[in-house]
């Protein structure tokens, strides 16, 4: 769209700015770090759980502290990033801004 609009010339292609070079390595680097989360994750499943002699019981030890973690992510995200932007376009009610 941009090189249509303003020609090959009016695109950022390097790092500086917002170029097109950071786009194209966070369709890289995003997925990566996803994939670690994800192999941290399946290691301590399959070696915390999975190969104990008893899985089943480990299994229910294992869930809460899953749900633990994931309410502490979620809590920091909410807390972090705020609800403010979300709420915006809620009309009437407590958080409504005029």
Same mark, same amino acid.
């Given at each position: /769209?941009?090189?249509?609009? @303003? *020609? &090959?010339?009016?695109?950022?292609?390097?790092?500086?700015? %917002?170029? !097109?070079?950071? #786009?194209?390595?966070?369709?890289?680097?995003?997925?990566?770090?996803?994939?670690?989360?994800?192999?941290?994750?399946?290691?301590?499943? %399959?070696? *915390?759980?999975? %190969?104990?002699?008893?899985? @089943?019981?480990? *299994?229910? !030890? /294992?869930?809460?502290?899953?749900? &633990?973690?994931?309410?502490?992510? @979620?809590? /920091? @995200? #909410?807390?972090?990033?705020?609800?403010?932007?979300?709420?915006?376009?809620?009309?009437?009610?407590?958080?409504? %801004?005029?």
């Amino acid at each position: /769209m941009g090189i249509a609009s @303003l *020609g &090959a010339d009016g695109v950022v292609w390097g790092w500086e700015g %917002k170029g !097109v070079s950071q #786009i194209f390595a966070s369709w890289v680097i995003a997925p990566a770090i996803s994939a670690a989360f994800a192999a941290i994750i399946f290691s301590i499943t %399959k070696y *915390g759980v999975l %190969k104990r002699s008893n899985p @089943l019981k480990w *299994g229910f !030890v /294992m869930v809460p502290i899953y749900f &633990a973690i994931t309410s502490g992510i @979620l809590t /920091m @995200l #909410i807390v972090w990033k705020g609800v403010s932007s979300s709420l915006k376009s809620v009309r009437g009610g407590f958080f409504y %801004k005029h």
